[in-house]
């Protein structure tokens, strides 16, 4: 069975799509992604469900048309960035703090919906530290001051808003701020605060975003993600199908039985994101 034979059977379908990985990686689009979202909108409800905190979701957005055609509502995106403020544990940390953030311009608007009292550029003057993005560039100087300050104030709250430590880079991996955020926790010896997948608090976020549009996760709502530790879990929290795409994402040149032993059976698995592409139910 291809792809497009499955969304032509399910009952009230809804659509959750990964990004890196399932729709574009870092050499930009890939081949049929763009036809494949453009087609599931057709179906039913379609919805991007990323751990992209680096971005907001009106710059998402606004990349899904530039780049490979795709008309999406911001309003459709759900974000991990998201959990800043949507979150109860985690805008508790930082409502009304000033915060010391690390990632790009465009992610502060994540800390600015929760309200957040003030940024600061003195971590020394900061209540709470948000790790929303790392350049791999700067990340040596960077860690060593975060490191540096929760040692110096072990009870300043931590969050780090996306869990991934590697995205698919041209022939390899490129480390994210999950994988540096990683590194400050071990040397500070304490959890950080983490949202995203595959946290349940993102899949409460994913179900409570449906709700807004009176959509409930049943089996007929179809999960894409590059990474199977995610398809497990959002398949698990929410009773929803998830399919794991294998040979564009993190997985692409690691044995799939080991993985599937360890993670756990999808709903379904399939190659790419494409709707010719055909599905296997394990």
């Not at 799509?17 to 453009?38: E, I, P």
């Not at 540096?148 to 390899?172: F, L, M, T, V």
Request: net charge positive; proline share 6%; glycine share 6%.
């Amino acid at each position: 069975m291809k792809l497009r034979d499955l969304t032509q059977n399910l009952p009230d379908p809804i659509f959750l799509v990964d990004a890196s990985g399932v729709l574009y990686s870092s050499n930009g689009f890939l081949k049929n992604s763009g036809k494949t979202f453009k087609y599931l909108q057709e179906k039913g409800p379609t919805f991007l469900a990323s751990n992209n905190s680096y971005h907001y979701v009106n710059d998402i957005s606004q990349n899904l048309y530039t780049e490979g055609k795709i008309t999406l509502n911001p309003e459709y995106i759900i974000s991990s960035g998201h959990g800043l403020a949507k979150d109860p544990h985690i805008s508790k940390l930082i409502c009304n703090k000033i915060v010391y953030f690390i990632g790009p311009k465009s992610a502060l608007h994540y800390a600015l919906d929760v309200p957040i009292k003030a940024i600061t550029k003195t971590i020394q003057h900061a209540e709470a530290i948000i790790l929303a993005g790392f350049n791999q560039s700067q990340s040596t100087p960077l860690l060593n001051t975060v490191i540096k300050q929760a040692k110096e104030n072990p009870s300043i709250p931590i969050i780090c808003c996306n869990k991934d430590h590697y995205i698919r880079a041209n022939q390899g991996l490129q480390p994210v701020v999950g994988y540096f955020a990683k590194k400050i926790e071990k040397e500070i010896k304490r959890p950080l605060n983490w949202f995203g997948k595959p946290l349940k608090n993102f899949s409460n976020l994913v179900k409570n975003h449906l709700k807004n549009y009176h959509l409930n996760p049943s089996k007929s709502t179809l999960f894409f993600d590059d990474n199977l530790e995610n398809v497990i879990a959002m398949q698990n929290h929410l009773g929803i199908s998830g399919c794991w795409v294998t040979e564009t994402g993190i997985f692409y040149n690691k044995n799939k039985n080991n993985l599937l032993k360890h993670y756990g059976i999808p709903s379904y698995i399939i190659k790419s994101f494409s709707l010719d592409e055909f599905l296997i139910q394990p």
